[in-house]
């Protein structure tokens, strides 16, 4: 039996899925829980790059699937759909959390911190003051970059008044400018030129089941919409392709502007009705502008989930 205890974020992990399960390994070993360690469900996007090249780290190493009874920790997911393979048979001891709880089920008890705060690295930092760790630069700046990816440098409405707190602290701790060191950040993860379409449509999406319907909701974010969407004929083509490959009801490919918080998206498949319906509007060339949308979780997910 595997003596490791990993813990790991969700497939195609986004910034806070690398950022907080480094940051729970480092809490757990300071809290003499040596056995922890952290893994990666997929690649690491050019934005997680940029923060790891700046603090000279190394990615965690890659975890394919999981054999029946090995213990893992979850940190900013929970629904299986978007976890490792063989997480049902895994023994989950603990998960901290920021999403909704959707088809999730232990066998045993477990640690579950769930907060609707805009990043699970905000919960992070709470658990460092309540376990009295001291929060030292390295950890202090994975949280800040967790953050400022997931609230969108405190833009997104997901953002909380926990969230503009822990920042501020954290970058005082890490002696930097969040403002100046977040664009950067945000902007190395807008550089989408080298990925092909399969792998765009790819790079940050989410698979929900409601029912017996599949659904995925992918996210890129830009600096220029009409950039991407000098793509679309072959974007399109890669959705069909996923579609067709997974049987899915319906895919949405949502292109955010981060600099002036808009959507643009691309739905296709059997179920676009529910689009159209959700954010009344008609779709015209399979597209909708949604404006002042940036927040999957919360503008996006909710809409389709309730009307799927
Ligand atoms: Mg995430
Ligand atoms: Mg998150
Ligand atoms: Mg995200």
Same mark, same amino acid.
């Given at each position: 039996?595997?003596?490791?205890?990993?813990?790991?974020?969700?497939?195609?992990?986004?910034?806070?899925?690398?950022?907080?399960?480094?940051?729970?390994?480092?809490?757990?070993?300071?809290?003499?829980?040596?056995?922890?360690?952290?893994?990666?469900?997929?690649?690491?996007?050019?934005?997680?790059?940029?923060?790891?090249?700046?603090?000279?780290?190394?990615?965690?190493?890659?975890?394919?699937?999981?054999?029946? #009874?090995? +213990?893992? %920790?979850?940190?900013?997911?929970?629904?299986?759909?978007? @976890?490792? =393979?063989?997480?049902? *048979?895994?023994?989950?001891?603990?998960?901290?959390?920021?999403?909704?709880?959707?088809?999730?089920?232990?066998?045993?008890?477990?640690?579950?911190?769930?907060?609707?705060?805009?990043?699970?690295?905000?919960?992070?930092?709470?658990?460092?003051?309540?376990?009295?760790?001291?929060?030292?630069?390295?950890?202090?700046?994975?949280?800040?970059?967790?953050?400022?990816?997931?609230?969108?440098?405190?833009?997104?409405?997901?953002?909380?008044?926990?969230?503009?707190?822990?920042?501020?602290?954290?970058?005082?701790?890490?002696?930097?400018?969040?403002?100046?060191? #977040?664009? +950067?950040? %945000?902007?190395?993860?807008?550089?989408?030129?080298?990925? @092909?379409? =399969?792998?765009?449509? *790819?790079?940050?999406?989410?698979?929900?089941?409601?029912?017996?319907?599949?659904?995925?909701?992918?996210?890129?974010?830009?600096?220029?919409?009409?950039?991407?969407?000098?793509?679309?004929?072959?974007?399109?083509?890669?959705?069909?392709?996923?579609?067709?490959?997974?049987?899915?009801?319906?895919?949405?490919?949502?292109?955010?502007?981060?600099?002036?918080?808009?959507?643009?998206?691309?739905?296709?498949?059997?179920?676009?009705?529910?689009?159209?319906?959700?954010?009344?509007?008609?779709?015209?060339?399979?597209?909708?502008?949604?404006?002042?949308?940036?927040?999957?979780?919360?503008?996006?997910?909710?809409?389709?989930?309730?009307?799927?």
């Amino acid at each position: 039996m595997n003596e490791k205890t990993y813990v790991f974020g969700h497939k195609n992990p986004d910034t806070d899925s690398i950022c907080s399960s480094m940051v729970e390994e480092i809490l757990d070993h300071k809290n003499g829980w040596n056995q922890v360690e952290a893994r990666r469900l997929g690649n690491i996007n050019k934005e997680t790059q940029y923060v790891l090249d700046y603090l000279g780290l190394e990615a965690p190493k890659l975890l394919e699937k999981v054999e029946e #009874g090995q +213990e893992v %920790l979850l940190v900013d997911h929970n629904e299986f759909s978007q @976890s490792v =393979e063989g997480i049902e *048979n895994a023994k989950i001891l603990g998960v901290t959390d920021h999403h909704r709880i959707a088809d999730f089920k232990t066998e045993a008890p477990l640690y579950y911190t769930a907060k609707p705060y805009g990043c699970t690295s905000t919960i992070l930092f709470e658990e460092f003051k309540i376990c009295g760790q001291p929060v030292e630069k390295t950890e202090a700046m994975l949280m800040l970059s967790a953050i400022i990816s997931d609230t969108l440098l405190l833009k997104s409405p997901t953002t909380t008044e926990y969230d503009k707190k822990a920042l501020a602290e954290l970058a005082k701790i890490a002696e930097i400018d969040a403002n100046i060191y #977040g664009i +950067e950040m %945000l902007k190395a993860g807008t550089d989408l030129d080298d990925f @092909s379409e =399969e792998e765009l449509i *790819n790079l940050d999406a989410k698979k929900s089941e409601k029912g017996n319907k599949k659904f995925v909701i992918a996210q890129v974010n830009t600096v220029s919409i009409e950039d991407v969407l000098n793509r679309k004929e072959g974007i399109e083509k890669a959705i069909w392709k996923e579609i067709e490959n997974n049987n899915l009801q319906l895919f949405i490919f949502a292109i955010t502007d981060i600099l002036n918080s808009n959507t643009q998206i691309i739905a296709l498949g059997e179920d676009t009705a529910v689009v159209e319906k959700g954010f009344e509007k008609k779709l015209e060339d399979n597209m909708a502008f949604l404006e002042g949308v940036v927040s999957r979780k919360k503008q996006i997910l909710p809409i389709v989930d309730k009307n799927m």
